[in-house]
């Protein structure tokens, strides 16, 4: 079954600083991967996914993310962060042998400090 | 564009009672998921449909119901509430599968007394 691991609960910023999220999967094939952002009230955005190809994938709002076979990992960044990319943030797999469903990370909330 | 409509957003319901926490997309949508948020645990998917008439269980669906009469609706039913079913619900939706990409609503908070 596949899995995602998000090590980090919290993380706080300054603005300006940059940002780096991490994010674990476990699966025996090549997933499908994703992070979303959840705003405060509101639903999830999709920020950028992982289908094949190059492995740094550029996503909205300036944020880009890696994908690392060797390490298992899907870690996002941001060169310099601004108040209002705090939010929360979901990793999630998905594969077709698993119907495509998508299993998401428990999040990382991300405070910025001015 | 609408996108993917949630009502209600805030609900109190107490243990025993039944309610349908509704969702509709105007996107012409096939696939349709409800998931539940709990602190620390991310999103776990309840039930999904793949287009209409079309559902199936996903990771916890115990408690709940649902059906896909029309492409737009996906209603998501409590049959007899649980303190354990207190959570924020969201609904999402994509083209084809999630693999695409989901659109999410913005949740109902349901709290369960």
């Known amino acids: 079954a596949q899995s995602v691991t998000q090590p980090d609960i919290h993380i706080t910023v300054s603005e300006g600083a940059s940002l780096e999220l991490r994010c674990n999967y476990s699966?025996?094939?090549?997933?499908?991967l994703f992070w979303y952002v959840q705003s405060p009230g509101q639903g999830l955005q999709l920020l950028l996914k992982?289908?094949?190809?190059?492995?740094l994938v550029q996503g909205i709002k300036g944020f880009e993310a890696e994908f690392k076979r060797s390490q298992s990992s899907f870690n996002l960044r941001k060169p310099s962060v601004h108040w209002s990319d705090a939010a929360e943030y979901f990793c999630a797999v998905g594969a077709r042998a698993a119907g495509n469903k998508l299993t998401f990370g428990g999040g990382t909330r991300v405070l910025v400090k001015p | 564009n609408a996108g993917v409509t949630q009502t209600p957003k805030f609900q109190v319901l107490k243990t025993g009672q039944s309610m349908t926490l509704q969702c509709a997309q105007d996107?012409?949508?096939?696939?349709m998921s409800w998931y539940r948020q709990d602190p620390g645990m991310g999103l776990r998917l309840i039930h999904y449909?793949?287009?209409?008439?079309?559902?199936d269980q996903g990771e916890v669906p115990n408690g709940y119901n649902v059906s896909r009469s029309t492409t737009e609706d996906f209603p998501l039913r409590l049959l007899s509430a649980a303190p354990s079913q207190t959570s924020v619900y969201f609904c999402?939706?994509?083209?084809?599968?999630?693999?695409?990409?989901?659109?999410f609503g913005s949740g109902t908070r349901l709290t369960v007394v």
């Open positions: 449909s793949v287009g209409a008439g079309i559902t």
């Open positions: 996107m012409n949508h096939e696939y």
């Open positions: 999402a939706s994509s083209p084809t599968s999630p693999i695409g990409g989901y659109t």
């Open positions: 699966y025996g094939a090549t997933p499908y």
């Open positions: 992982y289908f094949s190809g190059d492995t």
